[in-house]
């Protein structure tokens, strides 16, 4: 594996892993779990698991990837 791609797992490892902390982890499985379940069969983008995490916390959570592909923001939602 180049170096770069190894690069890239790890900080999408440590992406996941703030995303966790801040949601905590039974949110965060129960998240992971909804967009598995939602996109078994078929394709996925990004946003549907943002969209997975966001319907188990009760928040709005987004990926701006125009702005940061690696910047995730967590909003509760009013």
Known sequence: MPSFRKIEVLVLLQVLRMLLNHVGEERFLKGVSLYLKKKLYGNSVTNDLWEGIGTATGALVRHEST????????????
Do not use: G, V
């Open 67 to 78: 702005l940061n592909p690696f910047k995730c923001l967590y909003q509760a939602s009013t």
